[in-house]
């Protein structure tokens, strides 16, 4: 059974930071494109980034470029999201998944993390 556990969202003032963590189970981790994508009030999710499995090709949203870095520990089979330089727009649901998974039917997704970037 697919889980995908992710926290480290927050509060944070425009130009603070935020670490997300993203813990997953039930697939092969190892072995899977890992990617962020955050969900913003009145838009449709979207692709943040994404890291191959042995980090080798990583790409970023154009908005994000610069500002955040995406990382992985196949040991621990986690992925992590490293926001610096925050932005207002960047508010939203952040959630991770690996894309092959979101081929299924009815793909999973976690309970994601909020982000809140505000004064």
């Known amino acids: 059974q697919v889980q995908l556990v992710e926290s480290g969202g927050g509060l944070v003032q425009p130009g603070g930071s935020l670490r997300l963590s993203c813990v997953a189970s039930?697939?092969?981790?190892?072995?899977?494109?890992m990617s962020w994508y955050r969900q913003t009030p009145g838009k449709e999710r979207e692709l943040v980034a994404s890291?191959?499995?042995?980090?080798?090709?990583?790409n970023y949203v154009d908005s994000v470029k610069g500002r955040f870095t995406i990382s992985r520990v196949n040991a621990n089979n986690t992925v992590y999201l490293q926001m610096n330089s925050l932005k207002p727009e960047d508010t939203g649901v952040y959630y991770c998944?690996?894309?092959?998974?979101?081929?299924?039917?009815?793909?999973?997704w976690g309970q994601g993390t909020q982000a809140t970037v505000s004064s």
């Open positions: 998944n690996a894309p092959r998974l979101l081929l299924a039917p009815k793909p999973y």
């Open positions: 039930g697939f092969s981790f190892s072995t899977s494109v």
């Open positions: 890291v191959s499995i042995y980090s080798i090709q990583i």
